[in-house]
C-alpha cells in the first residue's frame, strides 16, 4: 500500500474497510506513482508535490461513489491531480523547475522543441524556470500534460475538460511563448533562435 494512498484512506474514512474501498485502491493503487509525478510536473517541487498528490487522492477518493465510467479512470483521476495543481499554482504562484521534472524520471518526447533538451548548466536551468514560470497556468498544465507526461491532445483535453482545439492552441502558445523567451540567449539555447524562425515561417507559409 502507497503511503499517500494510505494516508488519504485514514483520513477519507474512520469505517472498516468494504467494497468501494477495495474497488478504488485496486484502481489507484497502480496509479499513485503517476499521479505524484503529475504533481511534481505542476509544481516542480517535491513537497508541494506529495500535498497536491495526497489531496487529489483524497478528493478522488471521496468521489469515487460518483464515478460512472464515462471517461477512463486514469484520465479522471488525472483531471482531479491537474486540478489540484492549478488551483495551488494559482493560490501560490508558484514557478515550476524543469530540472526537477527530469529528476523525476519524466523524459521530454522526441517532438518537443529543442530547448527543453539542453539542460546542462544551471543558467539555463534558471532561465527555463524564469520562462515556465511566465506561462499562465492553463497553458502551462496543457504543454506538461502532453510534452512532459505523454499525454495524446484528446485524452489531455478529457483531463482539462476543455475542446480539442483548445489544448492544440495551448499547447502551441507555450512553446511559442517558451522558445520567444529563451531565443533572447542564443548563446545559451542555439536551437531556440532556430525553431522560433521555423515556427514563424510554417505561420506565413
Partial sequence: ????????????????????????????????????????????????????????????????????????????????????????????????SLEVMRESGWEVPDGAPEAYERLEESERRRLIKQALSELAPDYRAAMMLVDLNGLGYQEAA????????????????????MLKILSRQPELFPGSARHKGERRENHEA
Fill in 1 to 96: 500500500m502507497g503511503i499517500l494512498l494510505e494516508m488519504a484512506k485514514e483520513v477519507a474514512f474512520t469505517r472498516p474497510r468494504d467494497e468501494t474501498i477495495a474497488a478504488f485502491e485496486a484502481l489507484a493503487l497502480p496509479m499513485e506513482r503517476q499521479v505524484y509525478y503529475v504533481c511534481l510536473n505542476m509544481m516542480g517541487d517535491h513537497l508541494d508535490a506529495q500535498d497536491c498528490a495526497q489531496e487529489a487522492l483524497l478528493k478522488a477518493f471521496r468521489a469515487f461513489p460518483g464515478f460512472e465510467g464515462r471517461s477512463k479512470f486514469s484520465t479522471w483521476l488525472y483531471r482531479i491531480a491537474t486540478n489540484v495543481c492549478l488551483d495551488a499554482l494559482r493560490r501560490r504562484n508558484e514557478t515550476v
Fill in 158 to 177: 478529457e483531463v482539462l475538460e476543455v475542446p480539442l482545439g483548445t489544448v492544440k492552441s495551448r499547447v502551441s502558445r507555450a512553446r511559442d511563448a
